[in-house]
């Protein structure tokens, strides 16, 4: 009986490897990812085409385009509407990430399509539009600019 030298041997499998019975994002979470600011982009670029000539871009907000002064606000009401739902469905299919992640996206989902539910008056802002204005632009920022903890190796000079 023969065997051949490659049969004894076996490769190693590193326990530190994880096993995932379920993909990390779920193929719509990806589309809907990709789709969202696509349609946050085009809504305010077609609503810009719609309002009238006195509208600039560079001093008014888009919440003035989705608000009860706006031309054909229901365009941009729309997109901001269709995009915290994507954020939400994202949240839904980010199955291997964090979930503090999945989190402050379903807030931000939560907190667009509140802003577009609340929209501006004509002489500005509510109390509650700001409100969820104030929770969409915090929750993003409560994960990207958080320092990061500090250890005693960071704080070690370089060896050299």
């Given amino acids: 009986m ?8 076996r490769l190693p499998i590193p326990a530190a490897w994880p096993v995932r019975s379920s993909p990390a994002a779920r193929p719509w979470a990806i589309i809907s990812a990709g789709l969202a600011p ?14 009238p000539a006195s509208y600039s871009p560079v001093r008014t907000t888009i919440s003035a385009m989705a608000g009860h002064a706006g031309t054909d606000r229901w365009v ?9 739902g994507c954020y939400l469905v994202t949240a839904a299919g980010l199955t291997g990430v964090r979930a503090s992640a999945r989190a402050l996206l379903f807030v931000a989902g939560m ?26 632009a915090v929750t993003p920022c409560s994960a990207g600019c958080s320092p ?13």
Avoid at 2 to 9: I, L
């Fill in 38 to 51: 696509i349609m946050l982009t085009g809504a305010y670029l077609i609503a810009g085409i719609l309002q």
């Fill in 148 to 160: 990061k903890p500090a250890t005693a190796a960071s704080w070690a000079w370089p060896s050299g």
């Fill in 76 to 84: 941009m009401t729309g997109g901001i509407v269709l995009t915290g």
């Fill in 2 to 9: 023969s065997t051949a030298p490659w049969q004894g041997r």
């Fill in 111 to 136: 907190a667009g399509i509140g802003i577009a539910a609340s929209p501006e008056t004509a002489r500005g802002a509510t109390p509650r539009h700001l409100a969820w204005t104030v929770l969409g």
